[in-house]
Antibody, heavy 120, light 111 residues
Framework: QVQLQESGPGLVKPSQTLSLTCTVS??????????WSWIRQPAGQGLEWLGR???????NYNPSLKSRGTISVDTSKNQFSLRLSSVTAADTAVYFC????????????WGQGTMVTVSS | QSALTQPASVSGSPGQSITISCTGT?????????VSWYQQYPGKVPKLMIY???NRPSGVSNRFSGSKSGNTASLTISGLQADDEADYYC???????????FGGGTKLTVL
């Protein structure tokens, strides 16, 4: 079955760039009609959609990121990535990657999540 | 502030039914049938419970059902069980600012 796994540093210094990768296994990232998304959840808070990339490379972002976010895809590695620049403590959260069905627009498969702390 | 409004908490006794509401606008919940519901246990990964307002993925109990009226979607859990105690989030397609928006989440307590 399809599985997603996030990877990346758990600690990032303020003003630096957060970089996370999501590896897709069990299926090709460019097969089917799916968006590949990033969602985060600060401790004790709700889910915040950050952005997504389609298999064509088209992207959508949450304006709340104020142009700090970039999502890219590497089909040769079956991975997609998130880069978030100029991070602050407010970016401390669990970051999930997820697959969004292009038909139902529902997040049907999620990664396990990775905790990222922004601190000096 | 979340664009979709959910009650912060709901509670019910085992065997009872509860309903969690998710209120948006005609730009999201009211205008499109792309409402989803997710169950999340503390420290765990969200799980898709309902998609396209009322459809259940394979493997999800039929005790979970979804509906929509106007700008408000609802998740109903019947025959409440102890392991239904979790946080529940709605999401919807939206034409305002972002293509996806989540509700603030509802903590379900089984008394």
């Amino acid at each position: 079955q399809v599985q997603l796994q996030e990877s990346g540093p758990g600690l990032v210094k303020p003003s630096q760039t957060l970089s996370l990768t999501c590896t897709v296994s069990g299926a090709s990232i460019d097969s089917g009609t799916y968006y590949w998304s990033w969602i985060r959840q600060p401790a004790g808070q709700g889910l915040e959609w950050l952005g997504r990339i389609y298999t064509t490379g088209n992207t959508n972002y949450n304006p709340s990121l104020k142009s700090r976010g970039t999502i890219s895809v590497d089909t040769s590695k079956n991975q997609f990535s998130l880069r978030l620049s100029s991070v602050t403590a407010a970016d401390t959260a669990v970051y999930f990657c997820a697959r969004e069905s292009g038909d139902s627009l529902a997040f049907d498969i999620w990664g396990q999540g990775t905790m990222v702390t922004v601190s000096s | 502030q979340s664009a979709l409004t959910q009650p912060a908490s709901v509670s019910g006794s085992p065997g009872q039914s509860i309903t969690i509401s998710c209120t948006g606008t005609s730009s999201d919940v009211g205008g499109y049938n792309y409402v989803s519901w997710y169950q999340q246990y503390p420290g765990k990964v969200p799980k898709l419970m309902i998609y396209e307002v009322s459809n259940r993925p394979s493997g999800v109990s039929n005790r979970f059902s979804g509906s929509k009226s106007g700008n408000t979607a609802s998740l109903t859990i019947s025959g409440l069980q102890a392991d239904d105690e979790a946080d529940y989030y709605c999401s919807s397609y939206t034409i305002i600012r972002t293509p996806v928006v989540f509700g603030g989440g509802t903590k379900l307590t089984v008394l």
